[in-house]
């Protein structure tokens, strides 16, 4: 129990990518930031997604051509990015061997996360033969250079698989040097160790202080941590509200002890509200992620000998307490996919493929969800939805959207917008969620059925109200940008965008955030607005990031500060963020919060630029003219200035004689 507390880093880094925003010229105390704040992304839906929460339109081309734009240049973060392309098959097709190759080069220039990467692919024999010895290899040279600057969160490694020591990583010097370096990781595993008294004196007030550090960072296990304190009194008195608040965060995130252990208080009414309902939601989302315990679903806790007739019975069980993800494992009595290797995805292949429990639709279910990720057996479209259509015949609503969304895509059955929207509709009926929310998506798109503002706004509340943010969030759009049979409401969008962002969707977390700039619907408030920005910040969303650096820059909210401005803005373009590689450009020009580079401004001028920014353009055809950071050129300076004149910027207009 007690080593459940150190945090375990075991995933690959992709970074996200949204789409660029509107230019704005203007120039804020001489700095120019290409893009103002406050532009809520409003104009962005989600679009039809299946039972694994992925949606089905995704776009990667902007980014990829920033990747390889990057990767060309030899700069490390755009090589690791094209690598995880790759590796992901996003916006390209997978291919494992090409992913190992620009890893590989990003890890020898010393990318911590790219060494990292590199040692996901030799642990799981991706693209490269499985060697356990080269993964320890790679992952303690990420470890032994963990840069804070660039990835906050990448911090020390634990692997309890072969070749990979645990002891020799959780060492409190390496955690103290994590720690300092400001990595909430290393701050959370330093706190456990005060909290065992393991290398160091048992210290509880130390360790609360460490874990508030990491979950301030948002950390999940920090955060489920002081929860643990609090629900125990260690070294606090005992508090259970304060203790299910900080459960209800870790959860949020996915994190499966906190949704156990959040299941459990709600069912025993500790610090909440007693309740059946919502304690079985969480242990069911626990128990997908093999939570042992969460068994307390049915039982008592028990280990149960592996029998297939018994396993039967207990997804009859799960059926008829209205429990629609099978959550059998043969090693504990439940199967569950987040803990499942090669040799039980082959196991599970056989379990559900066995006549005696053709009747029971999660079998088929989970037997079509395996065919379609190709685990355990040759990935095959047709199969799983064959499968699905088994499990939504027998009435299974889970199988009936997925089935859905795969007529929709055309993947395994031809594409056919109606038979999506029909097996939507029975989804829908049965109050399953996403159901609704994809028979909205239909109905707003008019895709397979007559189009019907009104009836998509029903469905999307509807999945909304049983809190599924996508819903929330689509909802929201709506009543922020009016139209289509919805009025106008700026309150009504907040409260929509809020439900959304507490549940840790980046994208609602980040319009709330511009929300609170401008105070539509709430008063203006930059604080919260920055709050908002570092959540979205921290997971990923470049334009989150970009505006969280404008708001150092500009100390709006929070003390001005260029260095942390840098480092906000330089998370952002590495992810492509036009807008911020060129304010990345401005600072090192200018010298603000780093030495004066203009090898380095120019560099990022131009990834800046090539994607259309004007400003980039203009500062770039400056440098060209001035010769500043590469050699004078001043028709290749007019073509610049040209193309940002074109755009309408004045200062490029000036710059070549046009009134």
């Not at 390496?174 to 909430?184: D, N």
């Not at 059925?449 to 929201?476: C, D, S, T, W």
């Not at 619907?521 to 919260?528: L, R």
């Amino acid at each position: 129990m007690e080593k459940s507390k150190i945090f375990i880093v075991l995933f690959s880094f992709l970074l996200y990518f949204t789409s660029l925003r509107a230019e704005s010229s203007e120039k804020l105390q001489q700095l120019a930031f290409s893009a103002g704040q406050g532009l809520v992304k409003s104009h962005y839906n989600f679009g039809v997604y299946n039972t694994s929460g992925q949606g089905l339109n995704n776009n990667y081309a902007e980014a990829l051509i920033c990747y390889r734009l990057m990767a060309a240049e030899g700069l490390a973060v755009g090589q690791n990015n094209l690598g995880a392309a790759y590796a992901h098959g996003h916006g390209v097709t997978q291919n494992y061997t090409e992913a190992v190759k620009w890893y590989r080069q990003a890890a020898a220039k010393g990318l911590a996360q790219a060494q990292f990467n590199l040692g996901v692919m030799y642990e799981h024999g991706q693209g490269v033969p499985k060697s356990y010895a080269l993964a320890s290899q790679w992952y303690r040279l990420a470890v032994a250079q963990t840069d804070a600057a660039t990835q906050p969160d990448l911090a020390l490694m634990a692997d309890m698989k072969q070749g990979i020591s645990q002891s020799d990583i959780a060492d409190v010097k390496s955690y103290q040097e994590a720690a300092e370096k400001g990595v909430a990781s290393g701050e959370n595993n330093l706190g456990a160790m005060f909290e065992m008294g393991k290398g160091v004196r048992k210290d509880y007030a130390e360790a609360l202080r460490l874990y508030r550090r990491a979950a301030l960072q948002g950390l999940a296990q920090a955060q489920y941590n002081i929860g643990a304190i609090y629900q125990n009194g260690r070294g606090v008195p005992q508090n259970n509200e304060e203790a299910i608040q900080w459960f209800r965060l870790a959860a949020a995130q996915g994190l499966a002890q906190a949704q156990y252990a959040l299941g459990w208080m709600v069912s025993q009414g500790q610090g909440a509200v007693q309740s059946d309902s919502e304690a079985v939601k969480w242990f069911t989302i626990a128990a997908r992620q093999d939570v042992a315990k969460a068994n307390a679903i049915y039982k008592s806790g028990q280990k149960f000998k592996k029998t297939y007739s018994l396993a039967a019975e207990w997804y009859r069980l799960a059926a008829t307490k209205n429990i629609e993800q099978p959550l059998f494992n043969f090693d504990s009595g439940y199967y569950s996919q987040a803990r499942a290797n090669d040799k039980n995805h082959r196991e599970a292949v056989e379990w559900y493929s066995r006549t005696d429990i053709h009747g029971v639709p999660q079998a088929h279910y989970n037997l079509a969800a395996l065919y379609y990720q190709g685990k355990g057996i040759k990935q095959d479209f047709a199969e799983a939805a064959k499968h699905y259509g088994h499990a939504a015949a027998l009435g299974f609503a889970m199988a009936q959207s997925d089935l859905g969304a795969m007529y929709y895509q055309g993947e395994g059955v031809q594409q056919n917008y109606k038979e999506a929207v029909r097996w939507f509709r029975l989804a829908a009926r049965q109050g399953h969620a996403l159901g609704q929310f994809n028979l909205a998506r239909m109905y707003y798109q008019g895709q397979g059925v007559r189009q019907n503002f009104a009836e998509a706004k029903k469905y999307y509340r509807l999945a909304a109200i049983q809190g599924l943010p996508p819903a929330q969030f689509n909802l929201a759009n709506w009543y922020y940008n009016g139209g289509e049979g919805v009025r106008q409401n700026y309150a009504e969008a907040a409260g929509w965008y809020r439900l959304a962002a507490q549940k840790g969707l980046p994208l609602a977390q980040f319009n709330l955030g511009a929300i609170y700039y401008k105070g539509e619907g709430v008063q203006k408030n930059n604080f919260e607005a920055v709050q908002w920005y570092w959540l979205a910040a921290q997971q990923g969303l470049a334009n989150a990031q970009y505006n969280l650096g404008w708001m150092y820059a500009n100390g709006e909210g929070v003390q001005k500060n260029n260095a942390e401005a840098l480092k906000w803005f330089r998370m952002a373009a590495d992810q492509g963020d036009a807008h911020a590689q060129c304010n990345l450009g401005w600072l090192y020009a200018q010298a603000l919060g780093v030495q004066k580079d203009y090898t380095e401004a120019q560099k990022w001028y131009r990834f800046s630029a090539v994607q259309g920014n004007p400003n980039a353009q203009y500062y770039l055809g400056e440098m060209l003219e001035k010769g500043e950071g590469l050699p004078q050129n001043k028709t290749e300076a007019r073509q610049w200035y040209r193309l940002a004149a074109e755009q309408g910027l004045s200062a490029a207009k000036a710059a070549l004689l046009i009134p």
